[in-house]
């Protein structure tokens, strides 16, 4: 039974935008009379909306420890996208959710060692899994995050990584970028090889987000090494549509993402029709 609450646009006041990359900024939305429009678990979605532009689905990539506000953080990718980057603090939108599944912080991943694996804006859907374990630090064991972009300006959060994740709480950032340029001290080359040069034992619990293609091979590379395809977990948010299940478009197999996931298992995922 669908939860109707979640389909009742909620009003949202844009009160911060943040530069992250050339095509992605971040938006805080608060309430009107402040606070986060809804309680959210890491990994779930809403839908914002702007009346006569569109609507979208995107990743709060926000922690819930965060009270103050939401934050969205949105790639310039067609007219709604468009038209959020254009706009000033201030603006109001209307926000819709929290839909989808989340990864379970609060179950399988508690008291792990924990390997976080992202290419692009797929760090956005992780951040908030990343904040959450932080606030929350004493609950999980080791953290390390694998992050990488085409280049050093498409780092999603930048700022962020170095000032308060990296060596922090214990927990380690590995940066790599796919092609040599000017400045750039850090790795160069692709996040699978990375990952299998990085050398991590297969005991882990690992949480991957990217392009589908880097996601494909990141599973390879994992498998290779030997880890366990149970204790490896991505989201599929961009498959995401309706957010209820009606529309039928993020349909794959016998599951729809928007009621099973977008959060899934490795080994889940290996059960389905390879269309995804």
Same mark, same amino acid.
């Given at each position: 039974m669908c939860n109707c609450e979640i389909l009742i646009p909620k009003l949202g006041i844009i009160t911060d935008i943040r530069d992250e990359t050339p095509d992605v900024k971040t938006f805080s939305v608060t309430a009107p009379d402040g606070g986060v429009v809804f309680? &959210? =678990?890491?990994?779930?979605? $809403?839908m914002l909306s702007i009346p006569g532009v #569109?609507?979208? =689905? @995107?990743?709060i990539t926000s922690s819930p420890t965060n009270t103050a @506000? =939401?934050?969205?953080?949105?790639?310039?990718?067609?007219? *709604?996208? +468009?038209?959020? &980057?254009r706009a000033e603090t201030g603006q109001q939108i209307?926000? /819709?959710g929290p839909y989808g599944n989340a990864f379970p912080v609060e179950g399988d991943l508690k008291g792990k060692d924990l390997l976080f694996i992202a290419g692009g804006i797929g760090l956005a859907p992780l951040r908030s899994v990343i904040n959450y374990v932080r606030a929350n630090r004493k609950n999980y064991g080791k953290v390390d995050i694998v992050y #990488? $972009? /085409?280049? $050093? +300006?498409? *780092?999603?959060f930048r700022k962020e990584i170095e000032s308060e994740w990296d060596g922090i709480d214990d927990v380690n950032v590995h *940066?790599?970028?796919d092609r040599a340029q000017a400045g750039w001290s850090g790795n160069v080359g692709f996040v699978p090889a990375f990952v299998k040069d990085l050398g991590f034992t297969k005991g882990r619990t690992t949480l991957v987000c990217g392009p589908p293609i880097m996601i494909k091979f990141v599973l390879a590379a994992l498998d290779e090494i030997g880890f366990d395809e149970t204790k490896i977990y991505t989201t599929m948010e961009l498959r995401m549509k309706c957010g209820i299940g009606k529309c039928g478009r993020c349909n794959i197999g016998s599951k729809y993402v928007c009621k099973d996931?977008?959060?899934f298992r490795c080994d889940e995922l290996a059960a389905l029709p390879d269309e995804y």
């Open positions: 309680p &959210h =678990m890491p990994g779930q979605c $809403a #569109g609507e979208a =689905m @995107f990743s @506000f =939401m934050e969205y953080s949105i790639k310039k990718a067609g007219v *709604l996208t +468009d038209w959020l &980057h209307t926000v /819709r #990488g $972009a /085409r280049s $050093a +300006d498409d *780092l999603v *940066l790599t970028i996931g977008p959060v």
